[in-house]
């Protein structure tokens, strides 16, 4: 049985992001949110259940260095990755 429903991993997700790009800088998350917006019609929140938007969109914008970014989402939900929907999305934006 899961600690959290669907709407909490969401929200969880969501924060990890927007606290990653955050730290690099407020024009990255509007950067980042901008493009997804306009490759997939779609939001942060969409990442959750498509997480291969995200990595698509952090590749496009930073080329290798998505990788850090991926690593520092990965840092913040660290905690819960024993829980399978965080476990899911973890894997899927490496």
């Known amino acids: 049985m899961s600690v959290f429903d669907n709407n909490e991993y969401k929200k969880m997700v969501v924060l990890a992001i927007e606290h990653t790009l955050l730290q690099i800088g407020m024009a990255t998350l509007e950067k980042v949110q901008s493009k997804i917006r306009k490759d997939y019609n779609c939001d942060l929140s969409d ?23 991926v690593k520092s989402v990965n ?16 894997h899927k934006i490496k």
């Open 47 to 69: 990442c959750y259940t498509h997480p291969e938007y995200l990595n698509k969109v952090l590749k496009d914008l930073f080329g290798p260095s998505h990788i850090e970014i």
């Open 75 to 90: 840092k913040y939900l660290e905690e819960f990755s024993y829980q399978r929907p965080i476990a899911e999305f973890l």
